[in-house]
């Protein structure tokens, strides 16, 4: 696995890109939370940005507490709080 970091020529930014071999696995945002509207969209546009140029469905914001799942544009984030993701509950990706 190999871990980098998005930025389009627009200025939107994915925190974590995760590779295996050719394959983009998973895209991952960090927010300590989300209860600006604002600050949740411009999350998901980076997102949405991202999984077009690099072909990649499983997406997904990390946060100190919110969970759940968005609907934008057709695709789905998930969004987990970081004690679920680092106990594993939630795996980085959909696949496990």
Avoid: C, H
């Avoid at 590779?19 to 927010?31: F, I």
């Avoid at 209860?35 to 991202?50: F, H, V």
């Amino acid at each position: 696995m190999e871990l980098y970091y998005w930025r389009d020529t627009k200025g939107r930014e994915v925190n974590f890109v995760i590779k295996e071999g050719e394959k983009v696995k998973s895209l991952v945002q960090v927010s300590s939370d989300l209860p600006d509207p604002k600050t949740k969209q411009i999350k998901e546009k980076a997102l949405l940005s991202a999984s077009v140029a690099l072909n990649s469905s499983d997406l997904q914001i990390i946060t100190l507490e919110e969970e759940g799942t968005e609907k934008v544009s057709g695709k789905t984030i998930r969004i987990t709080p970081l004690w679920k993701w680092l106990l594993n509950l939630s795996p980085l990706t959909a696949e496990g």
